[in-house]
């Protein structure tokens, strides 16, 4: 409190102090300080907002197996996206809670590049830095070192450098910046193209034109989703059918938001966690898996702050799949009775959980187009067929009086 109250007196300020017996103090001070630029430093939600967009939509540029990296930082958790952002570089990268622990790594091997965070107890970054030049077991006194820093004032950079560091990247990490940084101080023979994945895809399935274009699509793992449908074949049908959904599904998903239906919305976010899933489009399925968490959990709140972005990288599959639009044919009109016939067959195979022939039907019924008197009914059926609900089913069909 004494040393507060200097500095503020050699501000021309003065802490002043509220405080009430039992429940508490309040401190406060004022201080003049003199405008340097007039220019609106903008809106920070927005950029905040841009921000999260940016993270969330990122792919990595960066291939290189061969590098190894450490970072240095005291918050486990900074370590732990540093490590995701990174995870499918193919890069070898170590961590340190502390400037100790830096130190007995770089003893023992040897890092292409450094990152090590300014304000950390007991040892900051700048004395980790010194002493591991100091000593004489580094395996790493000719490696770039960069700075982790939250100081991203102006006069930082300078002060890095004369210090010893070779750079400085601010906190938190941008991942297009983290990739510029390391791109910029790795040796170039190690970096390999990021296309080579795709190239290895389009190889595997030479002479498939469906199978060629899925393996340009960034972020869709194409193995695993060949490996989770069986054959090409299954693979183009369900992303077919993946795909015509999309907009109906973005608009339930919505609804139950709006309506504040988190039983229903838990309900849809499994079953596109699933299907997302079955198609190689890993990264949608673990935002699904998050919010499904949530429900499961009432954190409401979370379900709040990640839902636009989550709908967003949702309908963002239209543009990836945009393809399929000239290869999916306009679809026939059923009949009303012919619909019904389906129904009745439905609720046949029903009673016999027969799942396999349920999916025959809704295959079929997917190539048409029903009627719009029945579409609210083979919605409802749809959506328990996908789910697995037979009791949901059979209640859905007893609501409709298909015997």
Same mark, same amino acid.
């Given at each position: 409190?004494?040393?507060?109250?200097?500095?503020?007196?050699m501000?021309?300020?003065s802490l002043?102090?509220?405080?009430?017996?039992?429940?508490?103090?309040?401190f406060?001070?004022?201080?003049?300080q003199?405008?340097?630029d007039w220019?609106e430093?903008?809106?920070?939600?927005?950029?905040?907002q841009?921000?999260?967009?940016?993270?969330?939509?990122?792919?990595?540029k960066?291939?290189?197996?061969?590098?190894?990296?450490?970072?240095?930082?005291?918050?486990?958790?900074?370590?732990?996206?540093?490590?995701?952002?990174l *995870?499918k570089?193919? #890069?070898?990268?170590?961590? $340190?809670? /502390? +400037?100790?622990?830096?130190?007995? =790594?770089v %003893?023992?091997k @040897?890092?292409?590049?450094i990152?090590?965070?300014?304000?950390?107890?007991?040892m900051?970054?700048?004395?980790?830095y010194?002493?591991?030049?100091?000593?004489?077991e580094?395996?790493?006194?000719? *490696?770039?070192?960069? #700075?982790?820093?939250?100081? $991203?004032? /102006? +006069?930082?950079?300078?002060?890095? =450098?004369n %210090?010893g560091? @070779?750079?400085?990247?601010?906190?938190p990490?941008?991942?297009?910046?983290?990739?510029?940084?390391?791109?910029?101080?790795?040796?170039?023979?190690?970096?390999?193209?990021?296309?080579?994945?795709?190239?290895?895809?389009?190889e595997?399935?030479?002479?498939?034109?469906?199978?060629e274009?899925?393996?340009?699509?960034?972020?869709?793992?194409?193995?695993?989703?060949?490996?989770?449908?069986?054959s090409?074949?299954l693979?183009?049908s369900?992303?077919?059918?993946?795909?015509?959904?999309?907009?109906v599904?973005?608009?339930e998903?919505?609804r139950?938001?709006?309506?504040?239906?988190?039983?229903?919305?838990?309900?849809?976010?499994?079953?596109?966690?699933?299907t997302?899933?079955?198609?190689g489009?890993m990264?949608?399925s673990k935002?699904?898996?998050?919010?499904?968490?949530?429900?499961?959990?009432?954190?409401?709140?979370?379900?709040?702050?990640?839902?636009?972005?989550?709908?967003?990288?949702?309908?963002?599959?239209?543009?990836?799949f945009?393809f399929?639009?000239?290869?999916?044919?306009?679809?026939?009109?059923?009949?009303?009775?012919?619909f019904?016939?389906?129904?009745?067959?439905?609720?046949?195979l029903t009673?016999?959980?027969?799942?396999?022939?349920?999916?025959?039907?809704?295959d079929?019924l997917?190539k048409?187009?029903?009627?719009?008197?029945?579409?609210?009914?083979?919605?409802?059926?749809?959506e328990?067929?996908?789910?697995?609900d037979?009791?949901?089913?059979?209640?859905?069909?007893?609501?409709f009086?298909?015997?």
């Amino acid at each position: 409190m004494s040393i507060v109250m200097k500095l503020l007196a050699m501000m021309n300020s003065s802490l002043e102090v509220k405080s009430v017996y039992g429940k508490g103090s309040e401190f406060w001070f004022a201080i003049e300080q003199s405008v340097v630029d007039w220019s609106e430093v903008g809106s920070i939600e927005k950029i905040y907002q841009e921000s999260v967009c940016e993270i969330s939509s990122y792919k990595e540029k960066l291939h290189a197996p061969k590098a190894k990296l450490l970072f240095v930082d005291d918050t486990e958790m900074n370590l732990e996206v540093i490590k995701g952002l990174l *995870k499918k570089t193919g #890069m070898q990268v170590d961590t $340190a809670l /502390s +400037g100790k622990e830096a130190l007995e =790594l770089v %003893a023992q091997k @040897t890092y292409d590049i450094i990152f090590i965070d300014h304000r950390m107890p007991e040892m900051d970054g700048i004395e980790t830095y010194r002493c591991m030049q100091k000593m004489k077991e580094n395996k790493c006194k000719d *490696k770039p070192c960069i #700075m982790l820093t939250a100081n $991203a004032i /102006s +006069g930082s950079r300078k002060m890095y =450098l004369n %210090a010893g560091f @070779t750079d400085y990247i601010s906190k938190p990490v941008n991942p297009m910046q983290l990739e510029n940084i390391i791109e910029k101080y790795l040796p170039k023979n190690y970096l390999e193209p990021i296309n080579s994945f795709e190239t290895k895809c389009l190889e595997k399935n030479k002479g498939n034109p469906f199978m060629e274009r899925l393996c340009r699509i960034k972020g869709l793992n194409v193995d695993l989703a060949l490996k989770n449908c069986g054959s090409p074949e299954l693979l183009e049908s369900s992303i077919k059918r993946y795909y015509s959904t999309i907009d109906v599904r973005a608009a339930e998903l919505e609804r139950f938001f709006e309506t504040e239906n988190w039983k229903d919305y838990g309900i849809k976010v499994h079953a596109l966690k699933s299907t997302s899933r079955l198609i190689g489009a890993m990264f949608l399925s673990k935002k699904a898996e998050i919010l499904e968490r949530h429900v499961d959990k009432a954190e409401y709140e979370d379900i709040r702050k990640k839902h636009s972005l989550f709908i967003k990288n949702f309908l963002g599959y239209k543009r990836k799949f945009a393809f399929l639009e000239k290869d999916i044919p306009a679809r026939k009109q059923i009949s009303e009775t012919d619909f019904l016939e389906k129904m009745q067959h439905v609720r046949n195979l029903t009673e016999k959980y027969d799942l396999d022939g349920l999916d025959s039907v809704m295959d079929e019924l997917s190539k048409v187009s029903v009627p719009e008197h029945s579409r609210n009914l083979y919605k409802q059926v749809s959506e328990c067929i996908e789910n697995v609900d037979f009791n949901g089913l059979k209640d859905v069909l007893e609501k409709f009086n298909i015997r």
